[in-house]
């Protein structure tokens, strides 16, 4: 009699155990998906109380009387309805939570698609191309200047015959900083992460201030160290839900030639190849680094500095040569899906456009570099006006 109030004790509390496991299923569907360690912990504990229920039954069992058929029918019962419970329980660790997991990352997937899309389009509403103005300040401190800023977008020229008004995306006049210029194409770099090509370049005459705008001094870096400290943050920011590999390369187009500005003695000539996917191009035998942090891109862009060829001229003691190109590629798999994709960030800071008559040099080979100069800057005109109007062809 003992034994069979122990039992029915026992079925009893396995009853309960059973109506809690059916609740927290029931809750399980209901709860958000942000709450599924919550319910592991919670399943993982009503694991320990049937495995703990089961080992009391063993122990009744053991002290049953062979005799009594009675008692011993009941435990097995109860052992064969503990076993369907824990195989249940087993189920809804494995199971529903893997279903609701999968659910989890498809919800994951749609809002990174979603942001990407908004994000993106906000990028294409700007404009695929887009041209900024920066008007560097007057020299030798004088504040006389032909220039006003009617507005954000515009620019008037004081000529001999009045005023002659320019519109741009943006204009930014000559007490413009640093943190202003590249606070506008910041939703540029994310877009690199997202899988999109960048390209970002300086243009104007020898001594505009390109190369000040592009790299800058330690003290007040430019675009170039600021887009690649903005980078290694949201790669950071991503880590746990996007693996990003970065490698850079650094080279110059001098003369119509490709120099590899990080290992400037090598005797392998840089040529222009397509990749073996059939998209894009690449250079094939430059250096590669892979770099983890913005400092490292800053040890190699002052290494490619002082390779660079530079000359001077009669507008400029320290007029750049030579286009500097500075790509940075990226390589990213998705934690999620194991989707890979790949992107490429490239900030140009290009030659100064000039004239033999402005620059009054007598020098053969400033003349040259000159000519070559132009020429090259001519041929990247013909390439954005291809890319303005969607043309087919782009040279």
Not at 75 to 94: D, K, M, P, V, Y
Not at 245 to 259: A, T
Request: with cysteine; proline share 3%; hydrophobic share 30%.
């Amino acid at each position: 009699e003992q034994r069979e109030q122990e039992a029915e004790k026992l079925r009893q509390q396995h009853l309960e155990d059973i109506a809690e496991i059916n609740r927290l299923k029931a809750e399980l569907n209901s709860r958000p998906v942000d709450e599924i360690s919550w319910l592991r912990q919670q399943l993982a504990e009503e694991a320990k109380t049937i495995q703990q229920l089961e080992e009391g039954t063993q122990r009744t069992t053991t002290v049953a009387s062979d005799g009594d058929e009675g008692s011993h029918a009941l435990i097995e019962r109860l052992q064969a309805e503990l076993q369907a419970a824990t195989q249940r329980e087993e189920e809804l660790l494995s199971g529903s939570t893997n279903h609701e997991l999968a659910h989890m990352r498809k919800l994951y997937q749609n809002e990174v698609k979603k942001r990407k899309q908004l994000h993106n389009r906000l990028v294409e509403l700007k404009g695929n191309i887009r041209v900024y103005v920066r008007v560097r300040p007057a020299n030798n401190g004088t504040t006389d200047t032909c220039c006003t800023f009617p507005n954000d977008e515009t620019i008037a020229l004081s000529m001999e015959n009045g005023k002659k008004k320019y519109s741009f995306d943006n204009v930014f006049g000559p007490k413009s900083t640093q943190e202003e210029v590249f606070e506008d194409t910041l939703p540029l770099i994310t877009s690199t992460l997202d899988g999109y090509n960048v390209c970002i370049f300086a243009y104007g005459q020898t001594g505009s201030g390109k190369t000040f705008t592009m790299q800058g001094p330690a003290s007040n870096p430019g675009i170039n160290r600021r887009a690649l400290s903005e980078l290694f943050s949201l790669v950071k920011e991503r880590e746990d839900t996007q693996q990003t590999q970065v490698s850079v390369s650094v080279f110059e187009i001098y003369n119509d030639n490709i120099r590899d500005l990080l290992n400037p003695d090598r005797h392998e000539k840089c040529t222009i190849k397509t990749n073996p996917s059939g998209k894009g191009q690449y250079i094939h035998n430059t250096t590669c680094t892979s770099v983890d942090n913005a400092a490292a891109v800053d040890d190699l862009l002052c290494k490619a500095a002082a390779n660079r060829a530079s000359g001077a001229t009669n507008m400029n003691l320290h007029s750049s040569r030579s286009h500097m190109l500075l790509s940075v590629n990226l390589n990213m798999v998705d934690l999620a899906t194991g989707q890979k994709s790949t992107a490429k960030l490239t900030l140009v800071d290009l030659a100064g456009s000039e004239r033999g008559a402005d620059t009054k040099s007598h020098n053969r080979t400033r003349r040259m570099e000159g000519a070559e100069i132009n020429k090259s800057l001519l041929a990247l005109k013909e390439c954005v006006r291809a890319l303005d109007s969607n043309s087919s062809h782009v040279p």
